[in-house]
């Protein structure tokens, strides 16, 4: 069975970075399918931050593209989020999920880590 | 980057009755998902590529539409389907989601 599991701090100063980890049972992140950071703001609006590719590229929303990064480790088969300098407005739910190989969906998603940006 | 707007925003329905949620795009895109979370939950996948049931997904819901207005039905309310509901598309980077749709059973 395919597994996701964020983990990482749930509380993070402004002007800090944020940094989590995805781990992931079941499923070889370099054998296939994209690997996506998602997250879901107070009051449900969702967005997607980018993906890593099973091949190690990267794909990151224009609208985050100067603080984020996404790496890897795949002789742990993690994949990470980093969010630099993060402001209140970065609170959130932050989500891991594996998106389709041919089709334009998340089919696991983890549990999700509630974040919180707060001095 | 496309803007996807759900309606309506909140709605509730007794068992049995037939719901219809919206999803307008502010440009044209090829396919539509749509996602169900429940409180405390991940999304789940529903629908994939407009009108594809998931697997393991009620055949109760069902999803239709094209260019630019696409629809999640689910043709017999029940308790289990209270929760917010997502459309998302990919047609244009970036990959966006709707504004979500909290659905209630009454």
């Known amino acids: 069975e395919i597994q996701l599991q964020e983990s990482g701090p749930g509380l993070v100063k402004p002007s800090q970075s944020l940094s989590l980890t995805c781990s992931v049972t079941g499923y070889t992140i370099t054998s296939g399918y994209d690997w996506s950071w998602i997250r879901k703001f107070p009051g449900n609006k969702m967005e997607w931050m980018g993906y890593i590719s099973n091949s190690g590229s990267t794909n990151y929303n224009p609208s985050l593209k100067i603080r984020i990064s996404i790496t890897r480790d795949t002789s742990k088969n993690q994949f990470f989020l980093q969010l630099n300098s993060v402001t209140t407005e970065d609170t959130a739910t932050y989500y891991c999920a594996r998106f389709g190989y041919s089709e334009d969906y998340f089919d696991y998603w983890g549990q999700g880590v509630m974040v919180t940006v707060s001095s | 980057e496309i803007v996807l707007t759900q309606s309506p925003t909140t709605t509730a329905a007794s068992p049995g009755e037939k719901v219809t949620i919206t999803c307008l795009a502010s440009?044209?895109?090829?396919?539509m998902y749509w996602y169900q979370q429940k409180s405390g939950a991940s999304p789940k996948l529903l629908i994939y590529s407009t009108s594809n049931l998931a697997s393991g997904v009620p055949d109760r819901f069902s999803g239709s539409g094209s260019g630019t207005s696409y629809s999640l039905t689910i043709n017999t309310m029940e308790a289990e389907d209270a929760a917010t509901y997502y459309c998302q598309q990919w047609s244009s980077n970036p990959l966006t989601f709707g504004s979500g749709t909290k659905l209630e059973i009454k």
């Open positions: 440009s044209s895109v090829s396919d």
